[in-house]
């Protein structure tokens, strides 16, 4: 019977899973261990947090007193250092040993730092924790010279809170139009767009070499000649899963800590969850997940397994992102589409892609509108066949078309 669980990482997955365990009747110990002062939330690190709008407090995951109502306790400013799952024991930092019957890694990852020459200057800033933002932030001062490097979603999103706080912003990315899986390429374009219509200068190409120049940074872009020059560079260039723990103790890692479909990995008293967990479908790996809402689903699975309860049913996946004042939610698979229809113009005030294939909604983007992402959720999970016509039509009412 599982009666100790201990939780390593304080993040959306980790909590979540404290949250589902209890919230299913777990009467046991639940333990997070996390290196931070509390846990919090990561998306608003390169939004509201970063414009300075909201504080540590306001991205708590969960207020104080709910680690006491939850009876989940927290240790924190404490990292885990080893796992003996046969032995029951998980090791950390101060030296302290704790006993458990079931180990969840919610460990999360870091952000990635590929090997340019020069990256290693202090003028080149990553964002993934909110220490990496109070450091950043002071860079992101009026009139300051940009680089954001890598246009995908936390880089997009850097650089338009960025020209918010009044930098000068060049965002680079080898790709020509990032998120076209995701979101189809016509509205990848419009929102890779929306840079060069706020000012940013958005620039197709990698970098090859940093050069610390003291008060300011030079990066050399693939195909110039002359460097460019710099106040502060971000990278937005990806993460690296922390699968070391998992390593380290001799559980099945392959580019993420490999996982059954109820989050299980090679141990059968070791789980992972978020971001590092990599699911194993049918003899297949799936590629990670790198989603808030991801991470927390995996959470409620991660509970239900020790719960020896059902899984929350799968649901398609969603992820939002904000930047330059619109709001953008896909759901789904848009790359499976082989057929799309508009709901709206782009220029309207908000507008929704879906994509369709033999007759049923596989994926669904929008900006400005979760109604119609929320709706194709539903149509997508319930297996609603879809009339392509009516879907393009905003005349017709969303809710008639989700019952079909
Ligand atoms: C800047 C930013 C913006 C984002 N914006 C969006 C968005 O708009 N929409 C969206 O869908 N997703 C967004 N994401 C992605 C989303 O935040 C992640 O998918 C989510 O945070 C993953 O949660 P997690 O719990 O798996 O990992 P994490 O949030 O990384 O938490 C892992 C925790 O584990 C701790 N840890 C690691 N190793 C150890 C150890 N050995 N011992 C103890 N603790 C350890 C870490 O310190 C960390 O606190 C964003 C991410 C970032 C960084």
């Not at 610390?212 to 000649?225: H, K, N, T, V, Y």
């Not at 710099?230 to 993420?256: C, S």
């Not at 709206?344 to 669904?364: E, T």
């Amino acid at each position: 019977m599982t009666e100790r669980v201990v939780i390593v990482g304080g993040g959306i997955a980790g909590v979540s899973t404290a949250g589902a365990l209890r919230a299913g009747g777990f009467d046991g110990d639940v333990t997070i261990v996390d290196p931070g002062e509390f846990p919090y939330d990561r998306p608003p690190l390169s939004k509201d947090f970063l414009l300075g709008v909201k504080n540590g407090e306001q991205i708590a995951l969960q207020p104080p007193r709910w680690y006491d109502d939850q009876r989940v306790r927290l240790v924190n400013r404490t990292a885990v250092t080893a796992l003996h799952p046969a032995e029951g024991k998980v090791e950390l930092s101060d030296g302290t040993v704790l006993l458990a019957d079931r180990v969840v890694l919610a460990t999360g990852g870091a952000a990635a730092r590929p090997p340019i020459p020069g990256i290693g200057s202090e003028r080149v800033h990553v964002l993934r924790t909110a220490e990496d933002a109070d450091r950043l932030r002071p860079a992101l001062a009026p009139g300051a010279d940009v680089l954001v490097v890598g246009a995908g979603l936390i880089g997009a999103e850097v650089a338009s809170t960025a020209l918010r706080l009044g930098c000068e912003v060049t965002l680079v990315d080898p790709v020509a139009v990032p998120l076209t899986a995701a979101l189809g390429p016509d509205l990848a374009a419009w929102l890779h767009g929306l840079h060069a219509r706020h000012g940013i200068t958005a620039v197709q190409a990698g970098v090859e070499a940093f050069a610390d120049r003291g008060e300011r940074i030079e990066a050399r872009l693939a195909g110039e000649s002359a460097a460019r020059s710099y106040d502060a560079v971000v990278l937005g260039v990806g993460m690296v899963p922390h699968t070391g723990l998992a390593e380290r103790a001799g559980l099945e890692v392959d580019r993420g800590i490999v996982v059954d479909a109820g989050q299980v990995t090679s141990h059968p008293h070791v789980l992972a969850v978020g971001d590092p967990a990599r699911t194993r479908h049918d003899g297949v790996l799936l590629p990670r997940t790198e989603h808030w809402e991801a991470a927390r689903h995996d959470g409620a699975r991660a509970a239900a397994t020790l719960l020896g309860a059902e899984a929350p049913a799968p649901t398609a996946p969603w992820f939002w992102t904000d930047r330059h004042g619109r709001h953008v939610e896909a759901v789904g698979h848009m790359d499976a589409a082989e057929l799309t229809v508009v709901r709206g113009g782009f220029d309207d005030p908000s507008f929704a892609v879906f994509g369709l294939r033999d007759g049923f909604v596989v994926a669904a983007a929008a900006v400005d509108d979760s109604t119609a992402v929320r709706a194709a959720r539903r149509m997508i999970d319930r297996r609603v066949p879809a009339d392509a016509g009516k879907l393009a039509d905003p005349a017709v009412n969303l809710r008639g078309l989700m019952r079909g």
